[in-house]
């Protein structure tokens, strides 16, 4: 049957898809290990040997290989995330998480990297305190892959405002950049898809905003997107989770701690290698 046919050869190729996908995110983290073992030894082996005036050519090359090295291991990690939720494996970690405070020092951590001044404009009207249930890694990744998304597309700052609707919250991220054309919004949310095809220009590898729908919908928020001349707006609903701030404090304290602080930093640099290359 031509019917039973055709859904077996999409059978095999989402399979095959998922075997590649799987496939090349190992290899890309062995290459890039291999590349950030290199860059270490030159460092170590060169520390204090070299004069002055040679030194200031090799520091800024081994940081441009710390950058490619965080890069390709973000393309591996949303490969591995891919192939996970194609397999319905794409399973979050969920716990009490503070959004407004999480999201506020992740802009601040982005405009103090920007150069040329900040990049994103922090808005909230959420009462400190107001925690929901959501998988703390995937928050930042959400955000920092919609920010990513925008920062490509304008030079002016990126709106980011944060306030309550309803028992829950409201985030949206808007860009006054030119807008997605026809073309992209048809097929918005297909992943490798980029607007590269339309205009010649490498605008990344076509699955951070794909990725950032996944996040949201898995975690059961909300995800609309809306683009026109005048720019783009992604709007997420989160949900109210059965938790108030009373009785938090320890919650709190936990989640403000200078190892959240790291975790988020580091996220914060592979979104600035992107952003560079």
């Not at 290989?65 to 990690?77: K, P, Q, T």
């Not at 808005?123 to 490509?152: I, P, R, Y």
């Not at 949201?216 to 938790?243: C, K, N, Q, Y």
Request: aromatic content about 6%; overall charge negative; hydrophobic content about 40%.
């Amino acid at each position: 049957m031509p019917l039973q046919l055709e859904s077996e050869r999409l059978l095999q190729e989402e399979k095959r898809k998922n075997f590649l996908c799987g496939g090349l995110a190992g290899e890309i983290q062995q290459v890039a290990q291999g590349i950030m073992l290199a860059r270490e030894t030159v460092e170590l082996q060169t520390r204090g040997v070299l004069a002055e005036e040679q030194a200031r050519f090799v520091a800024p090359a081994l940081a441009d290989m710390e950058v490619c090295v965080r890069y390709l291991n973000y393309i591996a990690e949303n490969l591995a995330d891919l192939t996970s939720q194609s397999q319905g494996r794409l399973t979050p970690r969920l716990q009490p998480v503070e959004p407004a405070w999480q999201w506020q020092q992740l802009v601040s951590l982005v405009n103090e990297s920007c150069p040329g001044g900040e990049r994103v404009a922090w808005e909230c009207s959420c009462a400190e305190g107001q925690f929901v249930l959501a998988d703390e890694a995937w928050t930042d990744k959400v955000l920092l892959n919609l920010l990513m998304n925008a920062l490509h597309y304008t030079q002016s700052p990126v709106r980011v405002c944060l306030r309550p609707e309803g028992e829950g919250m409201c985030l949206t991220v808007t860009d006054d950049g030119p807008g997605l054309s026809p073309a992209l919004m048809k097929n918005l949310f297909k992943p490798f898809l980029t607007e590269s095809a339309q205009d010649g220009a490498r605008h990344g590898a076509g699955l951070g905003l794909y990725l950032a729908r996944e996040y949201a919908l898995s975690m059961g928020w909300g995800f609309s997107l809306e683009s026109g001349p005048s720019g783009t707006s992604v709007r997420l609903d989160i949900p109210a989770a059965p938790l108030r701030s009373e009785g938090h404090s320890a919650l709190r304290s936990a989640g403000r701690s200078l190892a959240m602080r790291a975790q988020q930093a580091g996220r914060l640099r592979t979104a600035q290698s992107c952003l560079s290359l």
